[in-house]
Structures are given as C-alpha cells and as structure tokens.
C-alpha cells in the first residue's frame, strides 16, 4: 500500500510554471507521506529479530509511520517530538496507540531524547537518513521513476535529514544518469544546503521555517558525504515562494500538502529561467497539515 504511488504529468501546473511538471505523490497511503516506505522495512526487520520496542525522534511524519508500521507485529512505539511540531501529527501518533513524549524545544533535542531512551531501555533507536532501512525505502521512489526517466530530466526532493534525497538519489544515479537531482530547502532552515555546497557539515542555532518535516539544525556527517555524491544541486527558498507553492499545488494539481511537499515548486517560481521549458518531477512528500494552518495560508498570506 505505501509503493506504487500515482505519478502523473500535470499540465495545468506546468501552464502556471512555464515548464512541464510530473508530480509523485507520496500522500496517497494510510499515514499520508513517503515515511512508511522505510518503517515498513524497520518493523519487518524487528520482527525477524525477535525484537518487540523502537523509539524515534519526529517531526511528524516519521513517529506516525513508525507506529502505523509498528502494529501488525506488536512493536511497542515510542515517539519523541518536539513541542512545536504540529498537533494534527501529534494527535495521529496518540491515536495509533504509540507513546509520545513532548519535549521542549527543537527536533535537535528530540533526537537526543530519544537516543537516551534507546539507551537506558535497550531498545532500537530508528534514525531517520541513518539507518538503513529509511534509505531503502526511500530508494524505491527513485525504482519507481527510473523507468520514466527518459521523459523528464530533474527531480526535485526536500531533503529534511535526508533519505529520500540520498536513497532516490542513488537509484537515479545508477540507473538515470541523466536526470540531475536538486535539493530544496527554505531560508529558515538551511544546515543541509550550506553543508552541500560547503562541502562539510555546517549546523545552525536555530529554525525559523513553516516547513516543520525539514528543521533539522545538525546534518548527519554520513548522510551529507551521501547527498554530495548524488546531488547535482542545493537551493533555497523563501517563505512566501513556499505559500505560493502551496496555493498553485492545490489549485492546478488537487492535493493539500505540507509546506515540506511545496518546496520543489517553489524552487521553480524563484528561478523560473532555470527551469524554462524542462521536464521537472516534484515529490510530494507528504500531506500532514493543520487545517488550521493551510487556511491562514492559502486564504490569508498575500498572493505571489
């Protein structure tokens, strides 16, 4: 249920972007993002090991994937996340049945609330981008478009800690050459793309961004020597481009998605002369938002 996802070329988008535009929608499953493609390999694993607790650090997504997952096989899920991560994924992680714990302050802190609790329990600390599995499961994304690549030549992806970037971007590597891989991020988060093209980790003090899934203020050392070899590029977008991309999703595509899923649009409404008359493949990464929130941006936020 969480592979195969619609891809389908939009041309009212494309119109509205001066390009052609393919989108990959990830929010078509259960938990409403690409997380489970990983966590469905994480949970497979513990069981097949006898293994019956994890615990992971989440903005959203990931800890309602895990739990999702984590049910068939009697996983006991915990969750660590942020106060600030939004409460509709929150809510979803309770009602799976998974212990969340809040914390005060960013995701930087979670992940390491959660690697004192792996600790002090004994049990599987999943780490979004590090293990393995996430990689994996990412990387059947990029399976799924590499038979399309010779209709489209760059990919898009928001690279939060950055298994989708690193896993899609190696599959395309291998088998699409062709198809270059740009990475987005926003202005109020930017460790990753800094790091990119520094060549190094470079970490922030902080996050200031409505695209809570990619906050992360310290990259992995291991995750960026991976996106180094298979990114072609890394950007960045302001906050009101993300909005916009928001609003055009939703008006020439259907989907409400996150401000993480918008980021690849964004990217196309900031540079439009890079991307004239090219063949993009955005990834929507997920869907999980606060109707609350989505209103105040599609309704409220003045127009691009």
Sequence with gaps: MFLDSPLFRCDALGRALGCAVSIKLETANPVRSFKARGTELVA?????????????????????ALAWSGRRPGIEVTVVA????????????????????VVDGDFAMARERAADIAQRRGVR????????????????IGLELAPRASS???????????????????????LAPGAEVICVQPHGAPAMTRSWHERRVIATDSTDTIADGVVGRHPIPAVLDDLLHVAGDAVLVQEASIVAAIRMLLEHAGP??????????AAVL????????????????????????NHRWVCSWPRW
């Excluded at 981008?129 to 990387?139: F, K, M, N, P, V």
């Excluded at 939060?160 to 690193?166: F, V």
């Excluded at 409400?256 to 649009?265: D, F, M, N, R, T």
């Design 270 to 293: 900031e540079d439009p002369d890079r991307f004239a008359g090219r063949h993009l493949v955005t990834i929507i990464c997920g869907s999980n938002v606060d109707l609350d929130d």
């Design 256 to 265: 409400v998605v996150e401000p993480s899923a918008a980021l690849g649009v």
């Design 152 to 174: 489209f030549d760059a990919v898009l992806i928001a690279p939060g800690g950055g298994a989708m970037a690193t896993g899609v971007g190696y599959v395309l590597k291998a």
């Design 125 to 140: 600390l999943v780490e979004d981008s590090l293990d393995i599995e996430t990689c994996e499961g990412a990387a059947t």
């Design 82 to 101: 942020s106060r600030r991560a939004p409460a509709a994924k929150l809510d979803r992680i309770r009602a799976l049945g998974a212990a969340l714990e």
């Design 44 to 64: 497979s694993r513990l069981s097949d090991q006898g293994r019956t607790a994890a615990v992971c650090a989440s903005a959203g997504n990931l800890g309602w």
